[in-house]
C-alpha cells in the first residue's frame, strides 16, 4: 500500500495533529451486529443506500448491533512506535484492521501516509493450493512491490522464513508455524512505512522471535513507524514511547507508555468488577468440630497494623493470620499459597514455614500469625490467597479462597517480581581486590 490513503466515513478535524503523522486517526467509529442473519441484513441496506447516494445514518444503532469503536483519535508519526492497550474486547483488532485498510470505519476518518505492511493474521491471505513461491509473489504484490523487487528480496524472504527445503510445495502442506514464519519474512521484506503488529511475535521458536525482533529493531532505525497490539507489558514498554489505551471502544488515554501502563494496570486490578474483601472475618468453631486451631481473620496490615484493602507493588506490608487455638501448639506450619485469577489462575507463589525450617509457636487462645514483606513483590492485579495451618502432616484449618488486588505503585511492569535490593558504591576498589 503505496501513497496516501484515506478510510473514512464523513469529515471529521482534530486540532493539534501533525501534518507530518504517518497515520491519523479521527474520531473513527466502528459498529457490528452480534446476530449472523441480521448483519447480514444490514450489510445488503447499506451496500443498496450506498449505490443510491444515500446516507447510512452510522451515528446510529440499529437493533442487536454494538459499538467496537466510537470516537477514536490519535496519530503516529514516522519512527515511532505506538502501543495500543485494552482488555479483550476493547476494539485493538478493529482498529487495526480499519488501519490496514480491511475494513472501513462507520463515523470518522483514517490517514495513511506511506507503504504501509499489516501484521496481523500472518499468511491468512495464502492460497493454500500455490506454492510457498507462488505466494511471495502474490502476497507481496499485494503489499506493493513490483515483480523486480520481489526478485531482488526473494532470497532473503526465504533466508528469513528459514523454509528453503518446502519452497516449492504448496502452502498447505505447511505447518502452522512455517506460514506465519513465510508472512512475517513477507511483510518486514517490503521495507514498510508503517507496521501493524497484533499479538504475531509468538511466532517459531526461541531462536527465530529473537531474529523477528532484531529485524524490527533494524527497520525502527531506518525510520519505519509501529502500532503494537500486546497483552504482554514487556513488549509495549521496551518498543514503544506513546501508547493508546482503549477500553469497550472507547479511547481512555494517550499518552507515554509507562502513565498509560500504570493507568491500565489500576483499572485491571481494580475496575474490572471482581469484589475484593479489605480482609476476612470466620467465626471461631465449636471445640468439638475444631482440630485444635481455627482461622479467625484473614487480610493485609501496614505497619501500624491497619487493615489494608488492596496492597501495593514494592511497598511494605504484612500479611495477617488470626488465629483461635484451643490448645498450645508448639511446631505450626503456616503456608501460603498465591494464584493469579487473570488467566489460567496459575499459581505465582508457595511459602511455608516448613520449607523454611521455621516453624511457629502457637499458644493457647487468639495470636497474630505476620508474615512482614518488606516489598509486595506481585505485579498489579487480582489474585486469589490459601492458607492453612498444619501440625506435622495433619492439618488443623484452611481458608481456600481469599480474593485481593494489588495496585500498581512502583513500575514493575517490566519485570516478573519486584526485587528489593539496595545500593551502595565503594570507593577505590576494582573487580578481584
Not at 473513527?28 to 446516507?55: E, H, M, N, P
Not at 533466508?159 to 512475517?184: C, H, K, N
Request: charged share 20%; aromatic share 8%; net charge neutral.
Amino acid at each position: 500500500m503505496v501513497g496516501s490513503l484515506v478510510r473514512s466515513s464523513g469529515h471529521l478535524a482534530v486540532e493539534g495533529f501533525s501534518p507530518e503523522a504517518v497515520v491519523t486517526a479521527e474520531g473513527v467509529s466502528k459498529k457490528f451486529c452480534r446476530q449472523l442473519r441480521r448483519s447480514l441484513w444490514y450489510g445488503v441496506q447499506d451496500i443498496a443506500t450506498d449505490l443510491v447516494g444515500g446516507s447510512r445514518q452510522g451515528d446510529r444503532l440499529r437493533p442487536k448491533e454494538f459499538w467496537a469503536l466510537q470516537g477514536v483519535s490519535f496519530q503516529l508519526l514516522p519512527g515511532q512506535a505506538l502501543g495500543l492497550v485494552g482488555s479483550n474486547g476493547a476494539g485493538k483488532s478493529t482498529l487495526l484492521r480499519i488501519i490496514s485498510g480491511l475494513i472501513k470505519p462507520d463515523l470518522g476518518q483514517v490517514r495513511v501516509r506511506g507503504r504501509l505492511a499489516p501484521l496481523i493474521a500472518l499468511g491468512a491471505g495464502f492460497n493454500p493450493i500455490l506454492t510457498g513461491r507462488e505466494n511471495i509473489y502474490a502476497n507481496m504484490s499485494i503489499l506493493g512491490l513490483s515483480t523486480r523487487q520481489i526478485q531482488a528480496r526473494f532470497d532473503a524472504v526465504v533466508d528469513f522464513a528459514e523454509i528453503w527445503e518446502a519452497i516449492d510445495a504448496p502452502v498447505q502442506t505447511y505447518s502452522s508455524g512455517m506460514t506465519a514464519r513465510l508472512g512475517f519474512a513477507c511483510a518486514v521484506h517490503i521495507e514498510p512505512e508503517i507496521l501493524l503488529i497484533d499479538e504475531v511475535l509468538a511466532v517459531g521458536d526461541v531462536r527465530f522471535r529473537m531474529k523477528c525482533y532484531q529485524r524490527l529493531a533494524r527497520l525502527r532505525d531506518q525510520g519505519t513507524a509501529f502500532v503494537l497490539v500486546s497483552h504482554n507489558p514487556n513488549a509495549i514498554l521496551n518498543v514503544c514511547e506513546q501508547s493508546v489505551y482503549l477500553k469497550k471502544g472507547q479511547l481512555v488515554a494517550v499518552g507515554p507508555t509507562e502513565q498509560i501502563l500504570r493507568q491500565y494496570e489500576a483499572d485491571l486490578s481494580l475496575g474490572d468488577g471482581q469484589s475484593t474483601a479489605e480482609f476476612l472475618r470466620l467465626p471461631a468453631k465449636d471445640p468439638d468440630e475444631s482440630l485444635g486451631v481455627d482461622i479467625t481473620a484473614l487480610g493485609f496490615q501496614d505497619g501500624e497494623g491497619n487493615w489494608q484493602r488492596h496492597p501495593t507493588s514494592g511497598d511494605p506490608i504484612s500479611l495477617c493470620v488470626e488465629v483461635f487455638s484451643h490448645r498450645p501448639i508448639q511446631r505450626a506450619n503456616v503456608g501460603v499459597l498465591i494464584s493469579a485469577v487473570a488467566g489460567e489462575t496459575e499459581r505465582v507463589l508457595t511459602l511455608t514455614c516448613a520449607a523454611e525450617d521455621e516453624y511457629l509457636t502457637l499458644p493457647a487462645g487468639r495470636s497474630r500469625v505476620l508474615m512482614h514483606l518488606p516489598n509486595m513483590g506481585l505485579l498489579p492485579g487480582v489474585y486469589n490467597l490459601k492458607v492453612y495451618v498444619k501440625e506435622g502432616v495433619s492439618s488443623l484449618d484452611i481458608v481456600e479462597y481469599f480474593r485481593f488486588a494489588v495496585h500498581p505503585g512502583r513500575l514493575v511492569s517490566q519485570c516478573l517480581f519486584y526485587q528489593p535490593r539496595s545500593w551502595q558504591v565503594i570507593p577505590g576498589s576494582s573487580l578481584g581486590a
